[in-house]
């Protein structure tokens, strides 16, 4: 596969991961939820840190893990130039395409969106607000709104631990990037194989 065609996807998934977090931003308030289906909602929230919300703690915390970021997209990158040059297998350069896609969409709030947008706290997000961002470059938040309760409910009392506890799976809500990131690196663990071709002994 060549590089235009990797280009190409990493291209469409930027497009539909910013367009779809640029609308939530400026339509929905924090929080703000509609339901799709019943076991699919749109649910605007903003992730501070990695995934599952972790953070690393600290003032420079998010400038650390943002700086980190840039490094991890550079190195995806050239793993993805080299791959492409050494004429790696389509399934490993689809791979590494949607990996990037999806780090560089995510990378793009980090820097861009705190500068760029007002805070949705409460309100509607504005582009480019006269009194500034709601925080400096570096320091933006991730906009995620994809949200799939497949199973929201109470626990049976038989079982151990967590009997009569309400449960939610699926809980984490992510974005179109987010979906990129482990596709690609589902496609890495269920086709290593085809990804990795092991070389013949001459």
Do not use: C
């Amino acid at each position: 596969m060549s590089l235009k065609k990797s280009i190409l996807i990493i291209a469409v998934i930027l497009i539909v991961d910013q367009i779809s977090k640029i609308y939530i931003k400026t339509n929905f308030k924090l929080y703000e939820s509609i339901e799709v289906f019943s076991w699919f909602k749109i649910l605007f929230i903003e992730n501070e840190g990695m995934a599952w919300g972790a953070k690393i703690p600290g003032s420079y915390g998010k400038v650390i893990l943002t700086v980190f970021r840039l490094f991890a997209i550079v190195g995806i990158g050239w793993w993805l130039w080299d791959s492409t040059r050494k004429k790696a297998p389509k399934v490993l350069l689809i791979a590494i395409s949607l990996i990037f896609a999806g780090a560089l969409g995510n990378i793009i709030d980090s820097v861009f969106y705190g500068f760029i947008f007002s805070d949705s706290s409460g309100q509607l997000a504005t582009f480019m607000p006269e009194g500034g961002g709601y925080a400096p470059w570096l320091k933006g938040k991730v906009v995620d709104m994809l949200y799939f309760p497949l199973y929201d409910g109470i626990l049976p009392e038989w079982i151990p631990f967590w009997g009569g506890e309400r449960f939610v799976f699926f809980e984490p809500v992510f974005n179109v990037a987010d979906t990129a990131i482990s596709t690609g690196f589902g496609i890495l663990l269920f086709f290593h194989k085809k990804a990795f071709p092991k070389k013949s002994d001459k």
